[in-house]
Nanobody
Framework: QVQLVESGGGSVQAGGSLRLSCAAS????????MGWYRQAPGKQRELVAR???????NYADSVKGRFTISTDNAKNTLYLQMNSLKPDDTAVYYC??????????????WGQGTQVTVSS
């Protein structure tokens, strides 16, 4: 069973920075892609940033230029560097890993989430 463990969340003032980490229990090259999603109270979960095995990245428009997604393959860890944080970035952030299986098709794995709170 794949395990994804997030860390690095916390409380910060607007304009500050945080770095989220997601440690995977398996070699991250085994995943087609990994990403960060977030869910604010009363809102649907949304994609924040995603990186493919080939290192192609994409970001939500709201975080472009402020957030950077990256991996450390030796540590099997996914990161999200968040700069110039805004109160609207307040949410629970979830790590995601995608794997395509021959029989089941795409399978998604999720971490437990880490809270990010940005105060004005």
């Amino acid at each position: 069973q794949v395990q994804l463990v997030e860390s690095g969340g916390g409380s910060v003032q607007a304009g500050g920075s945080l770095r989220l980490s997601c440690a995977a229990s398996e070699n991250i090259f085994s995943f087609n892609a990994m990403g960060w999603y977030r869910q604010a109270p009363g809102k649907q979960r949304e994609l924040v940033a995603r990186i493919t095995r080939g290192s192609t990245t994409n970001y939500a428009d709201s975080v472009k230029g402020r957030f950077t997604i990256s991996t450390d393959n030796a540590k099997n860890t996914l990161y999200l560097q968040m700069n110039s944080l805004k109160p609207d970035d307040t949410a629970v952030y979830y790590c995601n890993a995608e794997r395509v299986l021959i029989v089941r098709g795409q399978v998604d794995y999720w971490g437990q989430g880490t809270q990010v709170t940005v105060s004005s």
